[in-house]
């Protein structure tokens, strides 16, 4: 376990539930737009590139960050789990011939 991972893991948690705010506050703008705002209008592009500028420290964070799932995640399949059962082994049989 590095310690670092508790730090990575809450800004990555934040950074997602930030995404989620800014994706509910892009959704309300969009439904806002005039109903002639569609892509490749000034006001539907505007809103947009401001959704996405307001988005990228978040999807920075994830980038610097994401590897530390990974990292867990190599680290969880190969640590020896205390709920697994110590395997034991199979007694020897005993095979008698018959005379």
Excluded at 5 to 12: C, D, P
Excluded at 92 to 98: F, G, K, L, N, P
């Amino acid at each position: 376990m590095q310690s670092r991972w508790v730090y990575q893991l809450g800004v990555l948690r934040d950074a997602l539930d930030r995404l989620d705010e800014l994706h509910e506050q892009r959704l309300k703008t969009r439904d806002a737009l005039p109903t002639t705002a569609r892509p490749g209008t000034a006001d539907f592009d505007d809103s947009l590139a401001e959704h996405h500028a307001e988005s990228w420290s978040c999807l920075d964070d994830w980038a610097t960050h994401g590897k530390a799932l990974r990292e867990i995640n190599s680290a969880a399949r190969t640590a020896r789990s205390p709920l697994a059962p110590i395997p034991v082994p199979a007694p020897v049989q005993r095979i008698t011939a018959r005379k």
